[in-house]
């Protein structure tokens, strides 16, 4: 195990001597490397995990924007135009659902996991999909009053 002295770090060898470095102290330098690799993957899943659900409620904001202009536009006319401009946000909304369920597994795919269980790529693909589904019902609701 390294030993501080002062700021410098000193490494004492089989022989007791300073700037050698045990093969042992080399080993366990590597596997302590390798551990913080893999704590940094597992960080990084976790994160991308935040991030999905960051986009997913982007995707909602966008839904909700696009009803609350419907609901704020529709006296005016024609009312097409205030169909055409929520509809517009409510597909922004899809179109986020999908990026961030293919952005979220694309990192999945990239990356090992070693201690975090990550969320399996189905339940992203259903919430994502779910979502999309139900705002795709909102906008065919808003087309039909």
């Given at each position: 195990m390294p030993k501080i002295k002062g700021s410098v770090l000193c490494f004492f060898g089989a022989g007791g001597q300073t700037g050698t470095m045990a093969s042992d102290d080399k080993d366990a330098k590597t596997k302590w490397a390798e551990e913080r690799t893999d704590w940094a993957e597992d960080r990084t899943v976790l994160a991308n995990e935040r991030t999905f659900a960051?986009?997913?409620?982007?995707?909602?904001?966008?839904?909700?924007?696009?009803?609350?202009?419907?609901?704020?536009?529709?006296?005016?006319?024609?009312?097409w135009l205030a169909k055409l401009a929520a509809t517009g946000f409510i597909a922004v909304g899809v179109l986020i659902f999908y990026l961030a369920w293919r952005n979220s597994c694309g990192l999945l795919d990239r990356l090992n996991t070693h201690a975090a269980d990550p969320i399996p790529r189905g339940h992203l693909a259903w919430l994502a999909a779910l979502f999309a589904a139900a705002s795709l019902i909102v906008l065919t609701v808003l087309w039909l009053i």
């Open positions: 960051g986009w997913m409620r982007t995707g909602l904001a966008a839904v909700g924007i696009g009803l609350a202009s419907q609901a704020i536009f529709r006296a005016a006319e024609p009312t």
